[in-house]
């Protein structure tokens, strides 16, 4: 039976000249390789949709397949694979490259037509009078990959994105093995339309130490630290994290989610920002990292009008 009675801690205040005017709300789990670290907000054990944070827990089949080797892929391609990418056009090249080296049409992609992320991006296709495609979509290298497997393992490539395809199947395996569930929660479809799973974020973090700590999978950890724009892009959260810290993997999911991992320490931790605010989001994962002095990267939190003048303050309520 699913505890829905979860309490979420205040996370975020925006104080306009003394009058608190937003609040955001969430949870927050840490975890070293043994145990939880520190727990803000109890979600008692509550599951939510892992959402793009699936992304390089999914990824890992890959190397488990090894279709790395058999098509030679780049770092760059695998880190396209794990990517909620912007659309820009460096993201667009690459699976479109990986696509050719699987020799499988961009026709085959499932995952759906919406704009580029990049609103630089979305500028460019508009100058140049062209219009989103499948590419374009944010989930294009993971459903490339998808794609790979499919060919590799002579599964059927028209309906790969079903729940009871032999491809489907092994994904959720994967993801159970490395996030350590012991029974099934919830599962629906994701906005690019394979399934996607719901867990505790407990388990979410586990997931992501058991992956990004394990050797045999050290290309997915390399791809994330020397491709940071691959994984997300213009503006992009998980990109500015990787940029401007040592060692550490940051993705981004929909509906309020980050997961951090410090490879060095072998800890790691996740957000979830209950109303799904993504400025929100970003500054609580990055208040959090500069105050487990993994990193410091710089992050303005005053509130300004347009010319300027400082009229408030965004503040982080983290221990």
């Known amino acids: 039976m699913i505890n829905k009675n979860t309490e979420p801690a205040k996370l975020v205040t925006y104080n ?17 390789r043994i ?6 907000g109890d979600d008692k054990n509550y599951p939510f949709y892992m959402r793009s944070c699936a992304k ?21 391609e695998i880190a396209i694979c794990s990517a909620s990418h912007a659309g820009e056009k460096v993201h667009v090249d690459i699976v479109k490259g990986l696509l050719d080296k699987f020799n499988i049409s961009p026709e085959k992609l499932k995952c759906g037509i919406h704009e580029p992320v990049s609103r630089s991006a979305q500028d460019d296709l508009l100058l140049q009078g062209e219009k989103s495609t499948a590419l374009h979509n944010n989930c294009s ?33 994967k993801i159970y093995e490395l996030c350590e569930v012991k029974t099934d929660y919830p599962v629906t479809k994701d906005g690019c339309g394979v399934p996607i799973y719901s867990m505790p974020l ?5 997931g992501y130490l058991n992956l990004f700590c394990n050797p045999k999978y050290e290309r997915i950890k390399n791809a994330f630290l020397n491709n940071p724009y691959v994984i997300g892009g213009e503006n992009r959260t998980d990109t500015k994290i990787i940029e401007h810290s040592n060692g550490l993997i940051a993705k981004v999911g929909a509906s309020g989610l980050c997961a951090v991992v410090n490879t060095e320490l072998e800890e790691a931790f996740i957000v979830k920002i209950c109303d799904t605010d993504m400025t929100a989001r970003e500054f609580v994962t990055i208040d959090l990292i500069n ?18 003048e400082v009229i408030g303050e965004i503040k982080t309520l983290l221990k």
Do not use: S
């Open 202 to 206: 407990e388990n979410m973090v586990k």
């Open 291 to 308: 105050n487990l002095h993994w990193a410091k990267i710089d992050i303005p939190h005053d509130i300004k009008t347009h010319t300027g």
């Open 141 to 173: 290298g993971k459903h490339a990959m998808m794609l790979g497997l499919c060919k590799l393992n002579d599964w059927d490539m028209d309906n790969y994105d079903n729940i009871n395809h032999p491809l489907q199947k092994e994904i959720k395996n």
């Open 35 to 40: 145990h939880v670290a520190e727990r803000i």
């Open 56 to 76: 390089p827990l999914q990824a890992a089949l890959l190397i488990d397949y090894e279709l790395d080797k058999k098509y030679n892929m780049t770092d760059e």
């Open 16 to 32: 306009r000249d003394g009058l608190i005017e937003r609040e955001h709300f969430g949870y927050i789990v840490r975890c070293d």
